[in-house]
């Protein structure tokens, strides 16, 4: 995690789509704010839902969009991710992502060393808008 300061700035792993429909990795921050001895802490982000799910070891899911604006957790495993712009990314364990290719080409993902994969979907509102953003 960087910082400056007195904030911290947790790194989210965005998939977009661009204006004809190709999909791209990014990165943007989540600014936290020191709260003394309980850590760091961002402004809360509202919901709109959020699902539990787990996908099985030989997880192999071809071209598709993202149902909905979220944010998904990676709990216990690593996933693998290939936008329509070509480039591949492992995310890991514990890592966040943020995905908004609900239109376009969209991307593809896969488990990684034949591992089941627990991970937390968190629904946000139409609304919310990404942090700056590197595109």
């Given at each position: 995690?960087?910082?400056?300061?007195?904030?911290q700035k947790f790194p989210i792993v965005w998939i977009y789509a661009?204006?004809?429909?190709?999909?791209?990795?990014?990165?943007?921050?989540?600014?936290?704010?020191?709260?003394?001895?309980?850590?760091?802490?961002?402004?809360?982000?509202?919901?709109?839902?959020?699902?539990?799910?787990?996908?099985?070891?030989?997880?192999?899911?071809?071209?598709?969009?993202?149902?909905?604006?979220?944010?998904?957790?990676?709990?216990?495993?690593?996933?693998?991710?290939?936008?329509?712009?070509?480039?591949?990314?492992?995310?890991?364990?514990?890592?966040?992502?943020?995905?908004?290719?609900?239109?376009?080409?969209?991307?593809?993902?896969?488990?990684?060393?034949?591992?089941?994969?627990?991970?937390?979907?968190?629904?946000?509102?139409?609304?919310?808008?990404?942090?700056?953003?590197?595109?």
């Amino acid at each position: 995690m960087a910082s400056s300061n007195n904030h911290q700035k947790f790194p989210i792993v965005w998939i977009y789509a661009d204006d004809n429909g190709e999909s791209h990795f990014g990165l943007f921050h989540i600014t936290m704010q020191d709260n003394g001895n309980i850590g760091h802490l961002s402004q809360v982000i509202p919901m709109t839902g959020m699902i539990f799910r787990e996908t099985p070891a030989d997880y192999n899911y071809s071209w598709h969009n993202a149902p909905r604006r979220q944010f998904i957790v990676n709990i216990n495993a690593d996933v693998e991710i290939t936008v329509s712009d070509g480039e591949t990314k492992v995310i890991r364990q514990g890592e966040v992502m943020f995905l908004e290719d609900t239109t376009g080409k969209g991307h593809c993902s896969k488990s990684v060393d034949n591992k089941p994969r627990l991970s937390l979907f968190l629904s946000v509102n139409d609304d919310y808008i990404v942090p700056f953003g590197k595109k």
